[in-house]
Protein backbone atom coordinates (compact mmCIF):
# COMPACT_ATOMS: atom_id res chain seq x y z
CA UNK A 1 0.00 0.00 0.00
CA UNK A 2 1.27 3.40 -0.91
CA UNK A 3 0.85 6.08 2.09
CA UNK A 4 0.48 9.96 1.82
CA UNK A 5 3.93 10.31 3.61
CA UNK A 6 6.27 7.59 2.00
CA UNK A 7 9.51 8.93 0.38
CA UNK A 8 9.16 8.70 -3.72
CA UNK A 9 12.06 5.75 -3.57
CA UNK A 10 9.38 3.76 -1.23
CA UNK A 11 6.78 4.11 -3.41
CA UNK A 12 8.51 3.26 -6.61
CA UNK A 13 9.86 -0.05 -4.68
CA UNK A 14 6.26 -1.01 -3.86
CA UNK A 15 5.18 -0.63 -7.54
CA UNK A 16 7.30 -2.67 -8.27
CA UNK A 17 7.11 -5.55 -6.09
CA UNK A 18 3.25 -4.78 -6.64
CA UNK A 19 4.07 -5.43 -10.62
CA UNK A 20 6.36 -8.26 -10.07
CA UNK A 21 3.73 -9.94 -7.82
CA UNK A 22 1.25 -9.27 -10.69
CA UNK A 23 3.73 -10.86 -13.11
CA UNK A 24 3.72 -13.98 -11.01
CA UNK A 25 -0.10 -14.12 -10.69
CA UNK A 26 -0.53 -13.76 -14.10
CA UNK A 27 2.11 -16.68 -14.77
CA UNK A 28 0.92 -19.12 -12.26
CA UNK A 29 -2.69 -19.00 -13.42
CA UNK A 30 -1.86 -18.78 -17.31
CA UNK A 31 -3.64 -21.47 -19.23
CA UNK A 32 -0.56 -23.04 -21.29
CA UNK A 33 -3.09 -24.29 -23.82
CA UNK A 34 -4.57 -21.21 -24.47
CA UNK A 35 -1.44 -19.30 -24.80
CA UNK A 36 -0.34 -22.19 -27.05
CA UNK A 37 -3.26 -21.61 -29.01
CA UNK A 38 -2.98 -18.02 -29.60
CA UNK A 39 0.36 -18.63 -30.84
CA UNK A 40 -0.70 -20.91 -33.16
CA UNK A 41 -3.59 -18.91 -34.65
CA UNK A 42 -1.12 -15.58 -35.10
CA UNK A 43 1.66 -17.60 -36.51
CA UNK A 44 -1.27 -19.09 -39.13
CA UNK A 45 -3.31 -16.24 -40.02
CA UNK A 46 -3.35 -14.47 -43.64
CA UNK A 47 -2.88 -11.00 -41.52
CA UNK A 48 -2.71 -10.47 -37.64
CA UNK A 49 -4.65 -7.27 -36.78
CA UNK A 50 -3.64 -5.52 -33.26
CA UNK A 51 -6.06 -3.33 -31.47
CA UNK A 52 -5.59 -1.55 -28.45
CA UNK A 53 -6.89 2.10 -27.79
CA UNK A 54 -6.41 4.56 -24.85
CA UNK A 55 -3.85 3.19 -21.77
CA UNK A 56 -3.94 -0.01 -24.44
CA UNK A 57 -2.28 1.83 -27.54
CA UNK A 58 1.26 1.59 -26.47
CA UNK A 59 0.86 -1.98 -25.66
CA UNK A 60 -0.92 -2.56 -28.93
CA UNK A 61 1.65 -0.60 -30.30
CA UNK A 62 4.51 -2.58 -28.92
CA UNK A 63 3.37 -5.83 -30.07
CA UNK A 64 2.85 -4.87 -33.64
CA UNK A 65 6.49 -3.83 -33.93
CA UNK A 66 7.95 -6.71 -32.98
CA UNK A 67 5.00 -8.93 -34.89
CA UNK A 68 6.58 -7.01 -37.87
CA UNK A 69 9.93 -8.55 -37.48
CA UNK A 70 8.68 -12.12 -37.39
CA UNK A 71 5.24 -12.70 -39.88
CA UNK A 72 4.67 -11.11 -42.60
CA UNK A 73 1.31 -8.80 -42.74
CA UNK A 74 0.65 -7.21 -39.55
CA UNK A 75 -1.81 -4.25 -39.23
CA UNK A 76 -1.85 -2.06 -36.51
CA UNK A 77 -5.34 -0.53 -36.42
CA UNK A 78 -5.12 2.95 -34.90
CA UNK A 79 -7.99 4.94 -33.37
CA UNK A 80 -7.94 8.50 -34.34
CA UNK A 81 -11.73 7.81 -34.80
CA UNK A 82 -13.87 5.26 -35.02
CA UNK A 83 -14.68 5.28 -38.37
CA UNK A 84 -10.97 5.31 -39.18
CA UNK A 85 -10.39 1.97 -37.39
CA UNK A 86 -13.46 0.40 -39.48
CA UNK A 87 -11.89 1.34 -42.98
CA UNK A 88 -8.17 -0.10 -41.06
CA UNK A 89 -10.14 -3.47 -40.42
CA UNK A 90 -12.63 -3.24 -44.28
CA UNK A 91 -11.34 -6.83 -45.77
CA UNK A 92 -10.64 -8.70 -42.33
CA UNK A 93 -11.40 -12.02 -42.76
CA UNK A 94 -11.96 -15.91 -41.23
CA UNK A 95 -8.45 -16.10 -42.31
CA UNK A 96 -7.17 -13.42 -40.02
CA UNK A 97 -6.50 -13.32 -36.19
CA UNK A 98 -7.13 -9.88 -34.39
CA UNK A 99 -5.61 -9.36 -31.15
CA UNK A 100 -7.12 -7.22 -29.15
CA UNK A 101 -5.72 -5.19 -25.91
CA UNK A 102 -8.57 -3.79 -22.99
CA UNK A 103 -8.16 -2.98 -19.36
CA UNK A 104 -10.65 -1.16 -17.20
CA UNK A 105 -11.92 1.49 -18.23
CA UNK A 106 -12.66 -0.44 -21.53
CA UNK A 107 -13.11 1.69 -24.34
CA UNK A 108 -16.27 1.37 -26.61
CA UNK A 109 -14.16 1.72 -29.79
CA UNK A 110 -12.77 -1.78 -28.73
CA UNK A 111 -15.92 -3.03 -27.77
CA UNK A 112 -17.44 -2.27 -31.07
CA UNK A 113 -14.56 -3.00 -33.48
CA UNK A 114 -14.47 -6.79 -31.82
CA UNK A 115 -18.25 -6.57 -32.80
CA UNK A 116 -18.00 -6.28 -36.37
CA UNK A 117 -14.71 -7.91 -36.10
CA UNK A 118 -16.72 -11.18 -34.65
CA UNK A 119 -19.27 -10.93 -37.41
CA UNK A 120 -16.70 -11.61 -40.03
CA UNK A 121 -15.29 -14.76 -38.62
CA UNK A 122 -11.87 -13.65 -37.59
CA UNK A 123 -10.63 -15.24 -34.52
CA UNK A 124 -10.11 -13.04 -31.19
CA UNK A 125 -7.46 -13.09 -29.20
CA UNK A 126 -7.77 -10.82 -25.91
CA UNK A 127 -5.60 -9.69 -23.56
CA UNK A 128 -7.41 -8.66 -21.05
CA UNK A 129 -7.87 -8.54 -17.19
CA UNK A 130 -10.47 -11.13 -16.57
CA UNK A 131 -12.43 -13.33 -18.66
CA UNK A 132 -15.24 -11.64 -17.25
CA UNK A 133 -13.41 -8.18 -19.40
CA UNK A 134 -16.55 -6.81 -21.80
CA UNK A 135 -13.92 -8.03 -24.97
CA UNK A 136 -14.01 -11.55 -23.48
CA UNK A 137 -17.61 -12.11 -24.97
CA UNK A 138 -16.00 -11.95 -28.72
CA UNK A 139 -12.82 -13.25 -27.96
CA UNK A 140 -12.04 -17.36 -29.20
CA UNK A 141 -8.62 -17.07 -27.15
CA UNK A 142 -8.52 -15.15 -23.43
CA UNK A 143 -4.96 -14.18 -21.89
CA UNK A 144 -6.06 -12.79 -18.49
CA UNK A 145 -3.31 -10.85 -17.36
CA UNK A 146 -3.86 -8.85 -13.21
CA UNK A 147 -3.59 -5.12 -14.08
CA UNK A 148 -4.38 -3.68 -10.39
CA UNK A 149 -2.36 -0.82 -9.94
CA UNK A 150 -1.13 0.88 -6.86
CA UNK A 151 -1.08 4.59 -8.60
CA UNK A 152 -4.05 6.21 -10.71
CA UNK A 153 -3.37 3.59 -13.33
CA UNK A 154 -2.53 -0.07 -13.66
CA UNK A 155 0.85 -1.50 -14.37
CA UNK A 156 1.23 -3.41 -17.87
CA UNK A 157 4.02 -5.44 -17.04
CA UNK A 158 1.93 -7.87 -16.86
CA UNK A 159 -0.10 -7.60 -20.29
CA UNK A 160 3.51 -6.13 -21.77
CA UNK A 161 4.47 -9.99 -20.41
CA UNK A 162 2.35 -12.01 -23.12
CA UNK A 163 3.00 -9.76 -25.90
CA UNK A 164 6.67 -10.45 -25.17
CA UNK A 165 6.03 -14.01 -25.00
CA UNK A 166 4.11 -14.29 -27.68
CA UNK A 167 6.82 -12.69 -30.31
CA UNK A 168 9.89 -15.88 -29.79
CA UNK A 169 6.91 -18.15 -29.55
CA UNK A 170 5.47 -17.61 -32.94
CA UNK A 171 8.52 -16.86 -34.68
CA UNK A 172 9.91 -20.63 -33.50
CA UNK A 173 6.08 -22.01 -34.26
CA UNK A 174 6.35 -20.65 -37.77
CA UNK A 175 9.69 -21.20 -38.62
CA UNK A 176 8.94 -25.24 -37.98
CA UNK A 177 5.42 -24.79 -39.98
CA UNK A 178 7.77 -23.16 -42.93
CA UNK A 179 10.29 -25.54 -42.60
CA UNK A 180 8.53 -28.80 -42.35
CA UNK A 181 5.46 -28.07 -44.21
CA UNK A 182 3.18 -28.42 -41.20
Known amino acids: DIESNMSPSKI ?17 EMNQGTFDM ?22 AQFLAFYLRLIVNNVELVTTTSSSEMFEQMFRISEEDVCVAISFPRYSKQTINALRFINDRG ?53 KLKTCYGM
Do not use: F
Open 38 to 59: AVDLISTARKVYVVGVRSAACL
Open 122 to 174: TKIIAITDSADSPIAEYADNILVAKNIGELCNGSTYDSDSYCQGSNPCSTTNY
Open 12 to 28: VENVLKGDADKIMHTLD
